[in-house]
Each structure stands twice: as C-alpha cells, then as structure tokens.
C-alpha cells in the first residue's frame, strides 16, 4: 500500500497547492489509495461527486472506510472499468502511479486528462526525480497547457489544462490551510 504509514510529502505539497475544486459536478482522484485526496476532495466539496479511482482493491477499500469514518458521502471508490464513472470530469487531483513505467503513465495520463471537461483541470504532483520535468515537457508535446506551480523537496506540483480562474469578490480563493477530514484515518488494511 503506497505510503501507508504517512500522508506523503508530495501529496501533502498537493493538499498545500491546489485551489478550492469547484463545488459541483464530478471530480476524480486520480490513483487514489488509501484516499487522502478524495476525501479533502469531499470534504471541501461536499455537494460534488468525487470518484476515487484505484486498480488496488485493497486501497479501495480503505478508502471506502475512511470516507465512511469522516461521513463524506460523495466520495464513489471504483476501478477504471466501473461503468458509473462519468464521461467528464471537472478536476483531476493526483499523485499519480509514476513505478508503472513511463509508457502506462502516459497511456493513463492520457485516458483521464481526455475526460476533463471543457474549461477544467488536473493538479499531479511528481517528484523531480521521477521524472517530473520529462513529464511536464511529455504533456506539453501532447498539446496540454501546463504550468508548475509549486515545488518542494523535490517535488513539482503541475496543472495541467485551464489555468484557474481568477479568485474575484464572488469566488473562493486558493483552499485555506486547513485540515479537512482526518488524514490520520487508516492507511492499514483491514484484518
Ligand atoms: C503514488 S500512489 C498515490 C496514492 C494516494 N493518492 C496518495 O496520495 O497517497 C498511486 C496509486 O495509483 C494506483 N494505480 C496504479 N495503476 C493505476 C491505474 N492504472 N489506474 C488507477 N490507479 C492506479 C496505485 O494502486 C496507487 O494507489
């Protein structure tokens, strides 16, 4: 299970990164694991649906308990093939599955980033070392807009698509920094 004893510093540079996701609509967590990123997902966009994608089922069904635990009930934990998920999605958060080799990577980057809507985008974070420059030039090539915007102990935290829109008196800026649901919730499988 990936980083099953901690929250891991990419994704937490993610949770300090990412403006506030839209409050409607469908929203995915991109390799979700344990669901440290669905379910602030959830939590700050509690009239979303938030799908929680994972091949792991043992990851699924953690983060199924976990959701339940922090009572977010819009958190919908499925596999790829789950015919529920939905053709379009608004936002795409993700620390994303980088040992499954360069090509799968790109094959799987490629497959979801295609369902973002019109207007929408995803936040990846990935580490320097793992290829993070290689992937931003790799999404450029494809035709995306991408932009870093934040790095951290070696981590690249990069948008890709629209660039947010700009926080105005009528919108929520940048998510506060706040702790959301308990990210202290169980990492360990079950049994
Ligand atoms: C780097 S971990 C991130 C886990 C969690 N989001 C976090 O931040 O702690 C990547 C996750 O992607 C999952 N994964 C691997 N291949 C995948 C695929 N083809 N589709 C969806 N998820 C996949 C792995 O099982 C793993 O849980």
Redesign the pocket.
């Known amino acids: 299970m ?2 099953a004893d901690r929250l ?1 510093p990419g ?1 937490r540079l993610l949770l300090d990164t990412v403006p506030a996701p839209p409050q409607t609509g469908d929203l995915l ?6 669901g ?2 669905a379910l602030v997902l959830a939590a700050r966009s509690p009239r979303a649906a938030v799908w929680a ?4 089922r043992r ?1 699924l069904g953690l983060c199924e308990r976990n959701a339940a635990r922090s009572g977010l009930g819009n958190v919908h934990c499925v596999t ?1 093939d789950d015919l529920g998920l939905p053709t379009r999605v608004a936002v795409i958060w993700s ?3 980088l040992r ?1 080799g360069k090509q799968a990577l790109h094959e ?1 980057l490629a497959r979801w980033l295609g369902r973002l809507t019109p207007g929408g985008c995803a936040y990846l974070v990935v580490q320097r070392h793992l290829g993070a420059d290689s992937l931003h030039r790799w999404l450029e090539g494809e035709g995306w807009p991408v932009c870093r915007v934040a790095a951290r102990n070696g981590y690249r935290v990069l948008r890709c698509g629209a660039a947010a829109p700009h926080p105005g008196p009528d919108r929520p800026g940048p998510a506060p920094a706040r702790p959301g649901p308990d990210l202290s919730t169980d990492s360990t499988p079950a049994g």
């Open positions: 990936f980083s891991d994704t967590d991109l390799g979700c694991g344990y440290p990123l994608l994972d091949v792991n990851a790829p620390n994303p599955p499954i799987l």
